[in-house]
């Protein structure tokens, strides 16, 4: 009668086999992981750049919709224009263009979370406010809302540039070292 398992065989892993097993797997997952870190912190900085161009299609979109200026500012509160753009801010309709939040003056959009960037806006007139005409453009105001991770590593610092005609456009890594560079052709640094 022919059978078909053999109970004296023995079958597994020796102790050393194992060992080495391991040792390769340990050495594959240390190569992986700081690649893995690299295109989270990349995925992150990305997310968070498209978050805030979104607010400036937004901002735009609302001036040429209610065909008044629209104007974004940085708020702590979520209804005056105050605080840093870090804390947040509001868009509303600026029925008489001055840059503030006025009593009757509607706000369209606010946010007041806590960023995981730093935001800090350079513009041609005011670091305090972007302003959209009905036509979406900018109210002689073009600037770069640059955003730094806490940690200031420039590798994920990231830009949006807006020009007076009210388009926006993100910053590239263009000679591909890894640091995007500013609208001038700069590299970014945080810090």
Not at 18 to 46: D, E, G, R, V, Y
Not at 74 to 90: E, M, R
């Amino acid at each position: 009668m022919k059978t078909f398992f053999n109970i004296n065989q023995e079958s597994g892993f020796t102790l050393i086999e194992l060992m080495i097993s391991l040792a390769i797997l340990a050495i594959i997952i240390s190569q992986a992981t700081p690649s893995f870190a690299n295109m989270i912190h990349t995925q992150k900085a990305n997310s968070e750049v498209n978050k805030f161009m979104s607010v400036i299609f937004l901002a735009r979109s609302e001036a040429i919709k209610a065909n008044k200026v629209a104007t974004l500012c940085h708020s702590h509160d979520g209804l005056n224009c105050n605080g840093i753009w870090s804390d947040g801010w509001i868009l509303f309709i600026d029925n008489d263009s001055d840059g503030r939040k006025d009593a009757g003056e509607t706000i369209i959009k606010s946010d007041t979370q806590k960023y995981d960037y730093q935001i800090s806006l350079s513009a041609f007139g005011s670091r305090h406010y972007m302003r959209f005409t009905p036509l979406g453009l900018t109210l002689s105001q073009n600037g770069s809302f640059k955003l730094c991770p806490k940690n200031n590593d420039h590798h994920y610092a990231r830009v949006v540039i807006i020009s007076k005609t009210g388009r926006a456009r993100f910053s590239k890594d263009t000679n591909a070292n890894g640091i995007h560079e500013a609208a001038n052709g700069t590299e970014l640094r945080c810090g």
